[in-house]
C-alpha cells in the first residue's frame, strides 16, 4: 500500500482519516483484521496485513500510533544549486523488473531462514513496537553478511533511537521554541501558545496525542522543570489560563543564551492570527486596550533554590495574602 502526500490526509480529524488510521495499525502484523459492514450491513472481516509506504512533506502530522509503527527515513528539499540525476519513468520498467527478480531469487533461496530467523539480542534505546518493525530487515542483513549487520542496527539507532533523554529533549525543545512563539508579546493564553506549537510542522509537537497536538496539561508538566507555572492573564475584560514572557526570562538565560536575543537553536513558529499584541506595539498602532494584555494583580511566585534580589525589575517582598494566593493557582496550574 502507497499512500503519498500524508500531510494532507492527516491535516484534519475526520472520521475518513480515524478509517484509515485504523487500517494502518491493524495492517502492521499478520492477525489483526479490520472488521467494516458490507453492503448488506453484514460485518466483513478483512485482512490488511501488508508493507506499506506512506510519503509526504510534514510528516510530523502523522497520528502518534502510525508513528510508533513506522521507520522513518527523512529527505530533504533539493537545493536549485543541486545537481542528481533525472528520473526517466520510461527507463525504470527495465530496471525495476531486473532488481526485482534479483531480489525474488535471493529471498526464495532463504525463505526457511527468514521465516525462522528470531532476534539475538534486543536492540537497545529502540521501542519494542520499533523493534518489531526493524526485525525483518535486520534479519536480511544478518543473512547478507560481511558488514551489513553492524551497518543495519547503526541505522536503526540512529533513525528510531529513543535515548534516554527523551523527556528532557522535549521539555528544551519546547522551551526553546517559546522564545519564537512570544517573539515582542508580553503575555499570551496558553490556547494561543498550544496553537503556535501545534501549527509550526518543524516543531514535533502537532503530532502528539494522535494528531491532536500537544495539550496544556503536557505543556505544563515539561515546563515544570524550569519551575514556569501557567496563571491567570487577563486580555481586556476575560481572564484565561497563560503565561508571561518574563516567567521565562531565567531559564531561557540558563538554557538558551541571552535574553535579549534568540537562540540559534530556537525554532521560530509562523505567525497566528490568535496571538495578543504585546502593550507597547499595541498602544504605538491605536490599538483599542480591549487587545491588550495586563495583570489583574501582582502575584508573587514561589521562590525557588536562587530567590530573586532586591535588584531585579519589578521585584518586592511578597506578602502573607500573596502568598497563599501563589499556592492556590499552583494548586490549580496543572489543569488544562
Known amino acids: 500500500m502507497l499512500i503519498d502526500e500524508a500531510d494532507a490526509v492527516f491535516a484534519g480529524n475526520s472520521e475518513r482519516n480515524e478509517d484509515l488510521r485504523g487500517v494502518l495499525n491493524a495492517g502492521n502484523a499478520p492477525g489483526s483484521p479490520v472488521i467494516r459492514g458490507g453492503k448488506d450491513g453484514t460485518p466483513v472481516s478483512y485482512d490488511v496485513f501488508s508493507p506499506k509506504v506512506i510519503a509526504g512533506i510534514a510528516t510530523g502530522k502523522l497520528p502518534d500510533t502510525i508513528r510508533d509503527r513506522s521507520i522513518a527515513i527523512p529527505m530533504d528539499r533539493k537545493l536549485r544549486t543541486e545537481r542528481v540525476e533525472r528520473l526517466r519513468r520510461r527507463q525504470l520498467q527495465a530496471e525495476t523488473d531486473a532488481l526485482r527478480g534479483q531480489l525474488g531469487a535471493w529471498a526464495q533461496q532463504r525463505h526457511d531462514p527468514l521465516v525462522e530467523y528470531d532476534l539475538p539480542a534486543p536492540l537497545e534505546k529502540i521501542s519494542d513496537r520499533l523493534e518489531e518493525a526493524w526485525e525483518p530487515l535486520l ?51 496558553t490556547r494561543d501558545i498550544i496553537a503556535a506549537l501545534n501549527q509550526n510542522d518543524e516543531l514535533p509537537f502537532g503530532s502528539w496525542s494522535d494528531g491532536a497536538g ?74 483599542k486596550s480591549a487587545d491588550i494584555p495586563y495583570e489583574i494583580r501582582d502575584v508573587a511566585e514561589v521562590a525557588a533554590k536562587s530567590a530573586p534580589t532586591p535588584s531585579d525589575s519589578g521585584y518586592r517582598p511578597a506578602t502573607s495574602e500573596e502568598e497563599a494566593l501563589a499556592e492556590r493557582l499552583l494548586a490549580e496550574s496543572d489543569e488544562p
Open 214 to 287: 500537544i495539550k496544556a496539561a503536557e505543556m505544563a508538566r515539561l515546563l515544570k522543570g524550569y519551575r514556569v507555572r501557567p496563571g491567570d492573564i487577563r486580555i481586556g475584560s476575560k481572564a484565561l489560563k497563560g503565561y508571561r514572557k518574563k516567567w521565562f526570562k531565567s531559564a531561557w538565560e540558563r538554557y538558551g543564551g541571552d535574553f535579549a536575543a534568540t537562540p540559534a537553536t530556537s525554532q521560530q513558529p509562523r505567525a497566528f492570527s490568535g496571538f495578543s499584541e504585546p502593550r507597547q506595539d499595541a498602544e504605538s498602532r491605536g490599538q
Open 139 to 189: 534479519a536480511i542483513a544478518d543473512l547478507a553478511g560481511a558488514e551489513y549487520p553492524e551497518k543495519a542496527r547503526a541505522a536503526a539507532l540512529e533513525l528510531a533511537g529513543e535515548g534516554e533523554d527523551d523527556a528532557v529533549d522535549a521539555s528544551h525543545t519546547l522551551l526553546m521554541a517559546l522564545k519564537g512563539v512570544f517573539g515582542q508579546r508580553d503575555a499570551m493564553w
